[in-house]
């Protein structure tokens, strides 16, 4: 089944402590992206990946990395996460040449 | 920053009535998506319209798309319960296929 995947779905922690979200496509698209949802502010691209070794920052890149070491894995890493990251956090993928999304269920983080 | 502003936030209605939600954009686009949300799940890529197109249907949607104006228009005919969800327009950034700009989204309730 064609699938982005997330881990963990919830994630409860507390303020600086590293963490580690993973997103895994099986579609063998080239381009991935982060997003992150907030009521009132809606979803905003945080990084995206054209592919292997290629990142560039989205709309809200602070406090966030990236990085895309194998086409199929894109994983996003809070260094220091505070409670301003608190968010419900989306990976999506799509190939080359296509424009609509294919988007994981979601992991809902809360750094207290 | 936003490129869809969704017209209405929330939308209630029986099931069996149609269902019909705005979306404006600012800058010029060549395609359109929709999206569906089940509550606090991911996106679901509904229907992508392109600019040289007007009228796009899939199943019981429909969407207009209307250049001049910036505006595009999901209608829903025939609502179910199962509909209940919110629906998101977005467009993508630029030439580049990773990004997407969403709209605030519509919340659309059916009852039964």
């Known amino acids: 089944e064609a699938q982005v995947t997330q881990n963990p779905r919830y994630l409860i922690t507390v303020t600086g402590k590293k963490l580690t979200v993973t997103c895994s496509q099986n579609?063998?698209?080239?381009?991935m992206s982060w997003y992150r949802q907030d009521p009132g502010l809606g979803l905003r691209q945080i990084y995206y990946s054209m592919n292997v070794e290629v990142t560039d920052k989205g709309d809200v890149p602070e406090g966030y990395k990236v990085s895309r070491k194998e086409k199929r894995n894109f994983p996003l890493i809070l260094e220091s996460p505070s409670p301003n990251q608190t968010s419900l956090y989306f990976c999506?993928?799509?190939?080359?040449?296509?424009?609509?999304?294919?988007f994981g269920p979601g992991t809902r983080l809360t750094v207290t | 920053s936003q490129q869809g502003e969704e017209d209405p936030q929330a939308l209630s209605i029986q099931e069996g009535e149609n269902a019909t939600m705005n979306c404006s954009y600012k800058?010029?686009?060549?395609?359109l998506q929709w999206y569906r949300q089940n509550s606090g799940r991911g996106l679901v890529h509904l229907i992508l319209i392109r600019s040289n197109e007007r009228e796009k249907h899939s199943g019981r949607l429909r969407v207009t798309l209307d250049t001049s104006k910036k505006s595009s228009s999901l209608l829903i005919t025939a609502s179910r319960a199962a509909d209940t969800a919110s629906y998101f327009c977005?467009?993508?950034?630029?030439?580049?296929?990773?990004?997407?700009?969403f709209g605030q989204g519509t919340t659309l309730q059916v009852k039964p």
């Open positions: 800058t010029s686009i060549n395609n």
């Open positions: 977005a467009t993508p950034s630029g030439g580049y296929t990773g990004k997407l700009i």
């Open positions: 999506a993928s799509t190939k080359t040449g296509a424009y609509e999304q294919y």
């Open positions: 579609m063998n698209h080239e381009y």
